[in-house]
């Protein structure tokens, strides 16, 4: 099973991308897919995640309002609006799975499948 991100790039403070992370391979069960991701000289910190059978989120502060996590079940793939884009949020963004219940949502150590990550720039 692989995650495949897509949708990165370079856009000015207050544009939009939408990010995408599709999964591929064997059907796994997933209870939560999250996004994550880490600026340069940085960790890695939590941003947004969803719960796969009821769509219940959950957002870093630093994000709410602002990104949207949503998920297409059919298509089996998750993605990650973000409007209002800050240089701030300049990073390489990851998307994760986690096969197994938890009642945490943000600590990376519950996410079990990590996909490569894609590139968003915010500059002017």
């Known amino acids: 099973v692989q995650l495949q991100a897509s949708g990165g790039g370079l856009v000015q403070p207050g544009g939009f991308l939408r990010l995408s992370c599709a999964s591929s391979g064997r059907t796994f069960s997933v209870y939560r897919m999250g996004w994550f991701r880490q600026a340069p000289g940085k960790e890695r910190e939590f941003v947004a995640a969803?719960?796969?059978?009821?769509?219940?989120?959950y957002y870093a502060d630093s994000v709410k309002g602002r990104f949207t996590i949503s998920r297409d079940n059919a298509k089996n793939t998750v993605y990650l609006q973000m409007n209002s884009l800050k240089p701030e949020d300049t990073a390489v963004y990851y998307c994760a799975a986690a096969s197994y219940y938890s009642s945490s949502w943000s600590p990376s150590r519950i996410y079990d499948l990590w996909g490569q990550g894609t590139q968003v720039t915010v500059s002017s």
């Open positions: 969803i719960t796969w059978s009821n769509g219940a989120t």
